[in-house]
């Protein structure tokens, strides 16, 4: 665990990664000795300031986390699979163990909720684009944002997944994500109600809470969900890769949550 102090706080940035840039939710929070404060929330980029424009402004602190919701690996079973096959051929190897990666596995065995597999429709472009918008980062700030793989001082990356967060701390999410205008009322209900489970770790003014509930959709919340999955990893309270585990999540990516203390089933 690093040492957060006043002097030194943290600039932990939520993405909650879309293919569609118009769906990409961003947020931004301050992790410091006090603890940890929401201070903003934006959907996508604008016409004026694109998505990888409005998180360079906010990487100018001397310590920023960058937390996304996407995976940033594949897995290695599938690119195995992949290098010598030939359209028409059976693909060696069950569906399941081609399409999920070892994190993904892992959460679903500790949490009871398994992961959207990568290789799979649109988490697959959620994929891509996150990837390219941090290969946009470093060429705008000359950054190296490296993922990490411990709590360090460095700015870094690293993968979160709010459901997992929110399944750790015991959380019931159920109904935050409905779209429709008929369910609206009901997500809405269900988001305010998230909030306030969630107000003990992470701070927001009104103004910023009532921004995330009039939202049409989920990914404001969803990218603050981010900001506090950055703190506990900060914090020293994710599960990280064992020995064994590190270099296959080198390549295919990990996915940081709280360690869980008697987490939902499903």
């Given at each position: 665990m690093i040492v957060i102090d006043e002097a030194s706080p943290w600039t932990i940035v939520g993405v909650d990664c879309a293919s569609q840039d118009a769906h990409i939710g961003l947020a931004r929070g301050t992790l410091s000795s006090a603890?940890?404060?929401?201070?903003?929330?934006?959907?996508?980029?604008?016409?004026?300031?694109?998505?990888?424009?409005?998180i360079a402004s906010w990487l100018q602190g001397p310590?920023?986390?960058?937390?996304?919701d996407a995976p940033l690996g594949w897995p290695r079973t599938l690119a195995?699979?992949?290098?010598?096959?030939?359209?028409?051929?059976?693909?060696?190897?069950?569906?399941?163990?081609?399409?999920?990666?070892?994190?993904?596995?892992?959460?679903?065995?500790?949490?009871?909720?398994?992961?959207?597999?990568?290789?799979?429709?649109?988490?697959?472009?959620?994929?891509?684009?996150?990837?390219?918008?941090?290969?946009?980062?470093?060429?705008?700030?000359?950054?190296p944002l490296p993922l990490l793989w411990s709590p360090a001082a460095d700015t870094g990356a690293?993968?979160?997944?709010?459901?997992?967060?929110?399944?750790?701390?015991?959380?019931?999410?159920?109904?935050?994500?409905?779209?429709?205008?008929?369910d609206r009322t009901t997500a809405r209900g269900a988001r305010q109600r998230l909030l306030g489970c969630l107000a003990p770790d992470l701070s927001m003014t009104p103004d910023l809470a009532t921004q995330i509930l009039a939202a049409a959709r989920e990914d404001m919340l969803d990218a603050a969900i981010c900001v506090l999955a950055g703190a506990d990893f900060l914090?020293?309270?994710?599960?990280p890769p064992s020995p064994p585990e590190l270099p296959l999540a080198l390549q295919e990516g990990w996915i940081w949550y709280r360690r869980p203390d008697n987490p939902l089933k499903t």
């Amino acid at each position: 665990m690093i040492v957060i102090d006043e002097a030194s706080p943290w600039t932990i940035v939520g993405v909650d990664c879309a293919s569609q840039d118009a769906h990409i939710g961003l947020a931004r929070g301050t992790l410091s000795s006090a603890g940890l404060t929401l201070e903003q929330v934006q959907i996508g980029g604008t016409r004026e300031t694109s998505v990888a424009q409005r998180i360079a402004s906010w990487l100018q602190g001397p310590r920023v986390l960058l937390a996304i919701d996407a995976p940033l690996g594949w897995p290695r079973t599938l690119a195995e699979a992949l290098r010598e096959h030939h359209a028409g051929l059976p693909i060696a190897g069950e569906a399941t163990r081609l399409m999920r990666r070892e994190t993904d596995r892992q959460v679903a065995a500790t949490l009871g909720k398994t992961p959207l597999d990568v290789a799979a429709d649109r988490i697959a472009y959620a994929a891509h684009r996150a990837l390219r918008l941090l290969g946009e980062l470093r060429e705008m700030t000359g950054l190296p944002l490296p993922l990490l793989w411990s709590p360090a001082a460095d700015t870094g990356a690293i993968e979160v997944y709010p459901a997992a967060t929110l399944r750790a701390r015991k959380i019931d999410a159920s109904g935050y994500k409905k779209k429709t205008l008929a369910d609206r009322t009901t997500a809405r209900g269900a988001r305010q109600r998230l909030l306030g489970c969630l107000a003990p770790d992470l701070s927001m003014t009104p103004d910023l809470a009532t921004q995330i509930l009039a939202a049409a959709r989920e990914d404001m919340l969803d990218a603050a969900i981010c900001v506090l999955a950055g703190a506990d990893f900060l914090r020293g309270l994710c599960v990280p890769p064992s020995p064994p585990e590190l270099p296959l999540a080198l390549q295919e990516g990990w996915i940081w949550y709280r360690r869980p203390d008697n987490p939902l089933k499903t």
